[in-house]
């Protein structure tokens, strides 16, 4: 573990050497997946125990199998709407054991749409008055104005779309796990993108007690996305530190966990994250879920200071074909923007 954080450590600083870095370049990924996880704050690097642990932890696909106590698969498929209705966000995951326990591998599939976007094509004669540089200067001596009807103006839809594919393998020291992801930008206008990265993670149950320690090193190589107009942006590393503590009250049939999670990059984000020295920043999440009877969950936390909540309920081999079936709502306040919702649906066999 050591060895491990000490040489993620020297890819951080050596990295953002990269001089055409952007800084948020594929940030819609950074939105994460499934209600559980939001509905805690956005902790979830040391959870890491169902499907979605193929984005925030791949270590944990290990665990994800014994979690049901059967060997089995299992997969989660989530809708939200971000700052309102502005913004569909679509995440699916799904966890299948190699050897129960041992090993697994997982897929993601992360889709993040703005629909509807009006888009006008500069057409000759549009701004009248023009100075012949085709830029619309509405003010000053020599204001342009613009002709222009309902039939200049068209609507068009962004997406972006990563597929993750995840392997993880149980270790003496613990687990570990990776991702190699594939980035796809289609934006308004036929501009587009492609890229591809590489996520690595290490999960430790048990460090002290029943405290769980996860690192997870995000595009662990850097990422770069190549754009159709000739444009390329890197993906800084980033590095996630988690730890949770589960507390059991077998009279009461619950458990109680406690998690905190940071993310540190160096990129000279500022006054976009809550603490900075320098080019490094910090950002915090923290979280609780409370399980009563394995079968109800509530959850609260703080996603980077905003307060977040959500609820869950899992229904056990239900069915005829011994099915476990769940559901899970999480709710993410902004000062700014309307609230997001997620909903995500949970089966496992």
Same mark, same amino acid.
């Given at each position: 573990?050591?060895?491990?954080i000490?040489?993620t450590?020297?890819?951080?600083l050596?990295s953002p050497?990269?001089?055409?870095?952007?800084k948020?370049?594929?940030?819609?990924?950074a939105l994460?997946?499934g209600?559980?996880?939001?509905?805690m704050?956005?902790?979830?690097?040391?959870?890491?125990?169902?499907?979605?642990?193929?984005f925030?932890?791949?270590?944990?696909l290990?665990d #994800?199998?014994s979690?049901?106590?059967?060997?089995?698969?299992e997969?989660?498929?989530?809708h939200?709407?971000?700052?309102?209705d502005?913004?569909?966000?679509n995440?699916f995951?799904a966890?299948f054991?190699i050897k129960?326990g041992e090993?697994?591998?997982?897929?993601s599939?992360?889709?993040?749409?703005?629909?509807?976007?009006p888009v006008?094509?500069?057409?000759?004669?549009?701004i009248?008055n023009?100075?012949?540089?085709?830029?619309?200067?509405?003010?000053?001596?020599?204001?342009?104005?613009?002709?222009?009807?309902a039939?200049?103006?068209?609507?068009?839809?962004?997406?972006d779309v990563?597929?993750? #594919?995840?392997?993880a393998?149980?270790f003496?020291f613990?687990?570990a796990?990776?991702?190699?992801?594939?980035?796809?930008?289609?934006?308004?206008t036929?501009?587009?993108?492609?890229?591809?990265?590489?996520?690595?993670?290490?999960?430790?149950?048990?460090a002290?007690r029943?405290?769980a320690?996860?690192?997870?090193?995000?595009?662990?190589?850097?990422?770069?996305?190549g754009?159709?107009?000739?444009?390329?942006?890197f993906?800084?590393?980033?590095?996630?530190?988690?730890?949770a503590?589960?507390?059991r009250f077998?009279?009461?049939?619950?458990?109680?966990?406690?998690?905190?999670d940071?993310d540190?990059?160096y990129?000279n984000?500022?006054?976009?994250a809550q603490?900075w020295i320098?080019s490094?920043?910090?950002d915090?999440?923290?979280g609780?879920e409370?399980l009563?009877?394995?079968i109800?969950?509530l959850r609260?936390?703080l996603?980077m200071?905003?307060?977040t909540?959500?609820?869950?309920?899992?229904?056990?081999?239900?069915?005829?074909?011994?099915?476990?079936?769940g559901?899970?709502?999480?709710?993410?306040?902004h000062?700014e923007?309307?609230?997001t919702?997620?909903?995500?649906?949970i089966?496992?066999?």
């Amino acid at each position: 573990m050591r060895r491990f954080i000490i040489g993620t450590c020297l890819v951080l600083l050596v990295s953002p050497s990269a001089s055409h870095a952007a800084k948020y370049a594929g940030e819609f990924m950074a939105l994460g997946g499934g209600a559980r996880a939001m509905g805690m704050g956005g902790t979830f690097i040391a959870v890491a125990n169902d499907a979605t642990t193929t984005f925030w932890n791949p270590a944990g696909l290990v665990d #994800v199998s014994s979690r049901e106590n059967r060997g089995g698969w299992e997969a989660v498929l989530m809708h939200a709407e971000q700052f309102g209705d502005l913004i569909d966000y679509n995440f699916f995951s799904a966890a299948f054991p190699i050897k129960p326990g041992e090993s697994a591998w997982g897929i993601s599939i992360i889709h993040m749409g703005i629909p509807d976007i009006p888009v006008i094509l500069l057409k000759p004669g549009m701004i009248t008055n023009s100075d012949g540089d085709d830029v619309y200067e509405p003010y000053g001596p020599q204001a342009e104005g613009l002709n222009l009807g309902a039939g200049d103006i068209r609507y068009e839809s962004a997406n972006d779309v990563a597929a993750l #594919v995840s392997y993880a393998q149980r270790f003496r020291f613990g687990s570990a796990g990776a991702n190699v992801k594939i980035i796809r930008n289609d934006q308004i206008t036929g501009v587009s993108s492609f890229g591809i990265g590489l996520d690595l993670g290490l999960l430790k149950r048990e460090a002290w007690r029943d405290l769980a320690v996860g690192v997870k090193l995000q595009d662990a190589t850097g990422t770069y996305i190549g754009w159709s107009t000739g444009e390329r942006e890197f993906i800084y590393p980033a590095l996630k530190l988690g730890c949770a503590y589960p507390f059991r009250f077998e009279g009461m049939g619950s458990t109680v966990v406690l998690a905190v999670d940071g993310d540190f990059r160096y990129e000279n984000r500022r006054g976009a994250a809550q603490f900075w020295i320098g080019s490094a920043s910090v950002d915090f999440h923290l979280g609780a879920e409370i399980l009563i009877r394995d079968i109800v969950a509530l959850r609260g936390g703080l996603d980077m200071g905003r307060p977040t909540a959500g609820m869950g309920i899992m229904l056990r081999d239900f069915g005829p074909w011994g099915m476990s079936l769940g559901l899970d709502y999480a709710l993410l306040h902004h000062d700014e923007f309307d609230m997001t919702h997620r909903v995500s649906l949970i089966a496992a066999r």
